[in-house]
T-cell receptor, first 112, second 113 residues
Framework: SQQGEEDPQALSIQEGENATMNCSYK?????LQWYRQNSGRGLVHLIL?????REKHSGRLRVTLDTSKKSSSLLITASRAADTASYFC????????????FGTGTRLKVLA | EAQVTQNPRYLITVTGKKLTVTCSQN?????MSWYRQDPGLGLRQIYY???????DKGDVPEGYKVSRKEKRNFPLILESPSPNQTSLYFC????????????FGEGSWLTVV
């Protein structure tokens, strides 16, 4: 099964509203990253949070990490139609090998 | 410009006809990887490589082969494609240092009929 599981699977909101997506994972991690994918295109890196960090901001993005609950959330504030995309979390497990595991993604639709 | 380039971007092929999807990166990255993306299953790692001549299986390696003869190239080989390998494939690379950004190619849509 996937290391990362995003929740919800799909989300539809109005422009200007905030969008929150959650990611849960199973094993200890070094860091967690969030990626964005426009329909059928390659994934693009958004933000990285390390295991010793609890919160991180980048523009309209806010990421939190709770290692005790093995979960992370991505908040997009004041959403825009251009934010419509799928969002994935990726975890770098602490095995010492090159292993990033991606979740199944949240499909976000922002209605204008 | 930092790039991961895959070819072909779109391909329809027939069962059993060997094909190769090429991948090249211009960032001198040590790590390269192949993923497939299927509806409801997210991205699943097929193979990865930690450096030249060092490759290992990911989560779904069956039916695929890879090679890493040069640092910049990491081709994915389907020796005898089957319809269940119809998918969207992504090549990715990143630097050795832990936590670095993963760079993805634009994807290769493969249909096996």
């Amino acid at each position: 099964s996937q290391q990362g599981e995003e929740d919800p699977q799909a989300l539809s909101i109005q422009e200007g509203e905030n969008a929150t997506m959650n990611c849960s994972y199973k094993t200890s991690i070094n860091n967690l990253q969030w990626y964005r994918q426009n329909s059928g295109r390659g994934l693009v890196h958004l933000i990285l949070i390390r295991s010793n960090e609890r919160e991180k901001h980048s523009g309209r993005l806010r990421v939190t990490l709770d290692t005790s609950k093995k979960s992370s959330s991505l908040l997009i504030t004041a959403s825009r139609a251009a934010d419509t995309a799928s969002y994935f979390c990726a975890t770098d497990i602490t095995s010492g090998t090159y292993k990033y595991i991606f979740g199944t993604g949240t499909r976000l639709k922002v209605l204008a | 410009e930092a790039q991961v380039t895959q070819n072909p971007r779109y391909l329809i092929t027939v069962t059993g006809k060997k094909l190769t999807v090429t991948c090249s990166q211009n960032m001198n990255h040590e790590y390269m990887s192949w993923y497939r993306q299927d509806p409801g299953l997210g991205l699943r790692q097929i193979y990865y490589s930690m450096n030249v001549e060092v490759t290992d299986k990911g989560d779904v390696p069956e039916g695929y082969k890879v090679s890493r003869k040069e640092k910049r190239n990491f081709p994915l080989i389907l020796e005898s494609p089957s319809p269940n390998q119809t998918s969207l494939y992504f090549c990715a690379s990143r630097s050795r240092a832990g936590g670095n950004t993963i760079y993805f190619g634009e994807g290769s849509w493969l249909t096996v009929v």
